[in-house]
């Protein structure tokens, strides 16, 4: 019998779920019962996450959890973070208050400046080409202007457009480069749109247009953010042995990929926990923040740091392409609740947010890594996880909590205290 089936989309939520149990949950009599288990009671926002994506059949809960005491250029914040790794929110809390009375952090936005392309085949003369474009510009504008009104009146919209030739790296390629600013959204649908009606009013005969989309690598939109202070303030004992491991942690993170990758996997903690609790698109992030870590031809790190003059400085630049308005940021009630809680920031005030997370959550990696290791925290929080899996009541979960303090925990471990507690 074929598993494979027409119409889906068109079933019902209930009927889908029985599709799903009766072919690939065969033999799962609880399947219908953990899908439902997740639904909203309250419908209408039930409806509402339904609706974000086709073939919805439940909802997939991460917790989302509040790092305070960020101090971000005099101001204080509460950062909401959505994240399953136990000991991030911890580490961000930690952070955030080892530094708020060092002066806090700093962060400033470079530029705001994002991209989209029309990516075209053409094989006849470039300077034909050349000039096409150059008499077709003002039309190619002209051709957004009702997408790009609003835009316009908020400051932001098409800010140039580029011919660029390829054909060096691909046989008749070109591009249209087209450079915006899209102000407190993120912006990829202004800029797809945009892109499409340019590449329609631009193609002819020999023009054939491949695609039209927004680039995610935008690193002239970027952010920076750090932290300093004197070395001594850095550790109770030895501030400068701290400091000095701080800086080889980063330094071989810029010679070697493969710490790097994990290095900034940290950093991507912090970023992504804060770019999906204010509802934005962590795979944008993350795919523009890794290219832009590669952007000498090696993968590195995307923190900094300094010694000089006993003075310790830790710092991150990143390109981040954030909205604070439209998508999912005013949909979701978790997401409004999130920008709520940070003041309602405007875009640009969220990349520091952001950017400061993840220098916040790199800091916190780092620190355990050079000095106690970064198992001695997470033990804590992999043993609630064991004691919730053996569905351990409260009292045994603090006795064997006790039992294990300081220990190096694993499943059988806890499994095995928890059965000679019980007996
Ligand atoms: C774990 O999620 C992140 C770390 O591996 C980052 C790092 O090694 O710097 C601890």
Redesign the pocket.
């Given at each position: 019998m074929s598993n494979l089936v027409s119409g889906f989309s068109k079933f019902t939520k209930e009927q889908k779920i029985e599709w799903l149990s009766e072919i690939f949950l065969k033999g799962n009599k609880d399947a219908n019962q953990i899908l439902r288990l997740y639904w909203n009671s309250d419908e209408k926002l039930q409806q509402l996450h339904d609706d974000f994506i086709e073939n919805t059949i439940s909802n997939y809960y991460m917790p989302y959890g509040i790092a305070p005491n960020f101090v971000i250029n005099g101001k204080h914040y509460v950062v909401p973070m959505a994240i399953e790794?136990s000991s991030v929110v911890a580490a961000a809390s930690l952070v955030g208050k080892f530094w708020s009375d060092k002066g806090g952090f700093r962060a400033s936005v470079l530029s705001t400046v994002k991209v989209g392309q029309v990516h075209f085949m053409y094989g006849g003369s470039k300077t034909d080409l050349e000039s096409y474009f150059l008499s077709k510009k003002t039309d190619l504008l002209k051709s957004t202007e009702t997408i790009t009104e609003n835009m316009r009146k908020r400051g932001g919209g098409i800010l140039e457009i580029e011919l660029r030739d390829k054909t060096d790296e691909l046989k008749d390629y070109y591009q249209l480069h087209v450079t915006f600013e899209t102000k407190d959204s993120m912006g990829a649908n202004f800029i797809n749109s945009c892109l499409e009606a340019m590449a329609q009013n631009f193609e002819k005969e020999d023009i054939q247009i491949v695609m039209s989309i927004l680039s995610n690598y935008i690193p002239e939109c970027l952010v920076q953010a750090e932290v300093s202070c004197e070395v001594e303030k850095l550790h109770p004992t030895n501030g400068l042995l701290f400091a000095k491991k701080m800086k080889q942690a980063v330094d071989i993170a810029n010679v070697d990929p493969h710490r790097a990758v994990?290095?900034n996997?940290?950093v991507m903690?912090g970023i992504d926990a804060v770019v999906i609790a204010t509802g934005n698109d962590f795979r944008a992030v993350e795919a523009g923040v890794h290219a832009y870590a590669a952007r000498s031809g090696k993968y590195k790190s995307l923190t900094a740091c300094d010694i000089e003059n006993g003075v310790f400085t830790f710092s991150i630049q990143i390109p981040l392409a954030l909205g604070t308005v439209g998508g999912l940021t005013s949909t979701h009630p978790l997401s409004k609740l999130s920008l709520e809680m940070l003041q309602n920031p405007s875009a640009k005030e969220l990349m520091q947010i952001i950017a400061v997370a993840g220098l916040a959550q790199?800091f916190a990696?780092?620190r355990a890594?050079t000095t106690t290791g970064?198992q001695e925290g997470h033990m804590k929080m992999h043993l609630v996880n064991i004691l919730n899996q053996l569905e351990a009541s409260q009292e045994e979960k603090q006795n064997i909590t006790k039992q294990l303090s300081g220990k190096t925990v694993s499943y059988s471990g806890v499994a095995d205290a928890l059965k000679t507690l019980r007996a």
């Amino acid at each position: 019998m074929s598993n494979l089936v027409s119409g889906f989309s068109k079933f019902t939520k209930e009927q889908k779920i029985e599709w799903l149990s009766e072919i690939f949950l065969k033999g799962n009599k609880d399947a219908n019962q953990i899908l439902r288990l997740y639904w909203n009671s309250d419908e209408k926002l039930q409806q509402l996450h339904d609706d974000f994506i086709e073939n919805t059949i439940s909802n997939y809960y991460m917790p989302y959890g509040i790092a305070p005491n960020f101090v971000i250029n005099g101001k204080h914040y509460v950062v909401p973070m959505a994240i399953e790794e136990s000991s991030v929110v911890a580490a961000a809390s930690l952070v955030g208050k080892f530094w708020s009375d060092k002066g806090g952090f700093r962060a400033s936005v470079l530029s705001t400046v994002k991209v989209g392309q029309v990516h075209f085949m053409y094989g006849g003369s470039k300077t034909d080409l050349e000039s096409y474009f150059l008499s077709k510009k003002t039309d190619l504008l002209k051709s957004t202007e009702t997408i790009t009104e609003n835009m316009r009146k908020r400051g932001g919209g098409i800010l140039e457009i580029e011919l660029r030739d390829k054909t060096d790296e691909l046989k008749d390629y070109y591009q249209l480069h087209v450079t915006f600013e899209t102000k407190d959204s993120m912006g990829a649908n202004f800029i797809n749109s945009c892109l499409e009606a340019m590449a329609q009013n631009f193609e002819k005969e020999d023009i054939q247009i491949v695609m039209s989309i927004l680039s995610n690598y935008i690193p002239e939109c970027l952010v920076q953010a750090e932290v300093s202070c004197e070395v001594e303030k850095l550790h109770p004992t030895n501030g400068l042995l701290f400091a000095k491991k701080m800086k080889q942690a980063v330094d071989i993170a810029n010679v070697d990929p493969h710490r790097a990758v994990t290095h900034n996997k940290g950093v991507m903690n912090g970023i992504d926990a804060v770019v999906i609790a204010t509802g934005n698109d962590f795979r944008a992030v993350e795919a523009g923040v890794h290219a832009y870590a590669a952007r000498s031809g090696k993968y590195k790190s995307l923190t900094a740091c300094d010694i000089e003059n006993g003075v310790f400085t830790f710092s991150i630049q990143i390109p981040l392409a954030l909205g604070t308005v439209g998508g999912l940021t005013s949909t979701h009630p978790l997401s409004k609740l999130s920008l709520e809680m940070l003041q309602n920031p405007s875009a640009k005030e969220l990349m520091q947010i952001i950017a400061v997370a993840g220098l916040a959550q790199n800091f916190a990696a780092l620190r355990a890594l050079t000095t106690t290791g970064i198992q001695e925290g997470h033990m804590k929080m992999h043993l609630v996880n064991i004691l919730n899996q053996l569905e351990a009541s409260q009292e045994e979960k603090q006795n064997i909590t006790k039992q294990l303090s300081g220990k190096t925990v694993s499943y059988s471990g806890v499994a095995d205290a928890l059965k000679t507690l019980r007996a």
